[in-house]
């Protein structure tokens, strides 16, 4: 079992730079793939960027490719979301989730385990 707790949000200035930690507990990170999802009410949970347990691949939602990076740790347990030229439409609140190896893909049900969100704010 996997317990995300995610941290970094926050206010920003459109144009600014934001970066996400996930910190996971569990002896089973390293065989987890991580990803981040943003939801703004009203809307359905999406998918922003999924790297996998070797942090040999990664994938990521057209609108953040390009200005978002995904990185992962292994040996500390934590996964990082790269915000870079923020923009009012990345306003959300962002959430960590893990999956089991292949099968976490693009979309929420795939994965298992999920933290409580931290809100990320764009100001224009």
């Known amino acids: 079992q996997v317990q995300p707790v995610e941290s970094g949000g926050g206010l920003v200035q459109a144009g600014g730079s934001l970066r996400l930690s996930c910190a996971a507990s569990?002896?089973?990170?390293?065989?987890?793939?991580m990803g981040w999802f943003r939801q703004v009410p009203g809307k359905e949970r999406e998918f922003v960027a999924r790297i996998w347990w070797s942090g040999g691949l990664t994938a990521y939602a057209d609108s953040v490719k390009g200005r978002f990076t995904i990185s992962r740790v292994n040996a500390k347990n934590t996964v990082y979301l790269q915000m870079n030229s923020l923009k009012s439409e990345d306003t959300a609140v962002y959430y960590c989730a893990a999956g089991e190896g292949l099968r976490a893909g693009l979309t929420p049900i795939t994965y298992s385990y999920w933290g409580q969100g931290t809100q990320v704010t764009v100001s224009s």
């Open positions: 569990g002896r089973t990170f390293s065989s987890h793939t």
